[in-house]
């Protein structure tokens, strides 16, 4: 395997809550990967220390830039550096979208090219192909709560894939949508990182949207519990 990300021994407590407790993984360059298991297992706790947003309290994080082949030790990172880490490398898609209420469709997809110091007007021409691509140019105006549910998150999606991440992280992407939706959104997705070769780490319950994956792993009370198919 050609792994893109790497955890080891990876412990992380929140108080005298035990979320992950000794957890090994490899997720492989161009992989899909759904994370399944319980309420409460540590499932969105693994995401996060993958992705840089969380710190173990013992183990290590490695982030593997496929391009160059450089290696990043998440784990031992400060929380400036993992910031940037993210904007760069990463994209995220949450359960309901978490589009910025008062922007449009396009200012939404084109905020995180502004955040990386692209000029408006570049940024606007990109988030509007990608809305395009998506099928979703006659909303582009909309504001997100003017669009349905299923809409809302393929413009996350667009809004993940617009800086060309390398990985995208998704925590329960069709947790607030309905079976049709669902499988509108999981098609996207998976059909646009297949495309492009961007790796996704995505948790779910839902074994229909886990179907998407090229892999499926399941967490219980902290630890990976062995294939889940
Ligand atoms: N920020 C936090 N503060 C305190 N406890 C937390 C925090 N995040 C997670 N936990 C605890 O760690 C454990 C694992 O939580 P986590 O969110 O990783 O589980 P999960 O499998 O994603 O759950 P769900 O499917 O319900 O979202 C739980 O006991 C939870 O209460």
Redesign the pocket.
């Given at each position: 395997m050609n792994p893109v990300l790497s955890v080891s021994g990876i412990e992380r407590s929140?108080?005298m809550?035990v979320?992950l407790r000794g957890v090994d993984l490899d997720v492989a360059q161009g992989e899909i990967l759904a994370i399944m298991?319980?309420?409460?297992?540590?499932?969105?706790?693994?995401l996060h220390i993958l992705a840089g947003v969380l710190t173990p309290d013992a183990g290590t994080a490695t982030y593997r830039d496929p391009a160059t082949s450089e290696t990043a030790e998440l784990s031992a990172l400060g929380e400036a550096a993992r910031a940037k880490l993210r904007l760069s490398e990463f994209g995220f898609i949450f359960q309901f979208g978490q589009l910025l209420p008062d922007l449009s469709a396009v200012d939404n997809v084109s905020l995180p090219l502004l955040l990386a110091g692209q000029p408006r007007k570049v940024a606007l021409r990109q988030a509007r192909r990608w809305l395009e691509r998506l099928g979703l140019d006659a909303h582009a105006q909309k504001l997100p709560s003017e669009l349905s549910g299923g809409q809302a998150q393929r413009v996350a999606i667009a809004r993940a894939l617009v800086t060309a991440p390398k990985v995208i992280f998704a925590d329960e992407p069709t947790g607030a949508l309905d079976s049709l939706s669902a499988e509108q959104v999981m098609l996207t997705l998976t059909e646009l990182s297949r495309a492009s070769g961007t790796t996704v780490v995505l948790?779910t319950?839902d074994a229909r949207t886990a179907a998407y994956a090229d892999r499926e792993i399941v967490?219980r009370d902290g630890k990976l519990s062995g294939l889940a198919r």
């Amino acid at each position: 395997m050609n792994p893109v990300l790497s955890v080891s021994g990876i412990e992380r407590s929140f108080g005298m809550d035990v979320a992950l407790r000794g957890v090994d993984l490899d997720v492989a360059q161009g992989e899909i990967l759904a994370i399944m298991g319980p309420s409460g297992s540590g499932k969105s706790t693994l995401l996060h220390i993958l992705a840089g947003v969380l710190t173990p309290d013992a183990g290590t994080a490695t982030y593997r830039d496929p391009a160059t082949s450089e290696t990043a030790e998440l784990s031992a990172l400060g929380e400036a550096a993992r910031a940037k880490l993210r904007l760069s490398e990463f994209g995220f898609i949450f359960q309901f979208g978490q589009l910025l209420p008062d922007l449009s469709a396009v200012d939404n997809v084109s905020l995180p090219l502004l955040l990386a110091g692209q000029p408006r007007k570049v940024a606007l021409r990109q988030a509007r192909r990608w809305l395009e691509r998506l099928g979703l140019d006659a909303h582009a105006q909309k504001l997100p709560s003017e669009l349905s549910g299923g809409q809302a998150q393929r413009v996350a999606i667009a809004r993940a894939l617009v800086t060309a991440p390398k990985v995208i992280f998704a925590d329960e992407p069709t947790g607030a949508l309905d079976s049709l939706s669902a499988e509108q959104v999981m098609l996207t997705l998976t059909e646009l990182s297949r495309a492009s070769g961007t790796t996704v780490v995505l948790v779910t319950h839902d074994a229909r949207t886990a179907a998407y994956a090229d892999r499926e792993i399941v967490v219980r009370d902290g630890k990976l519990s062995g294939l889940a198919r």
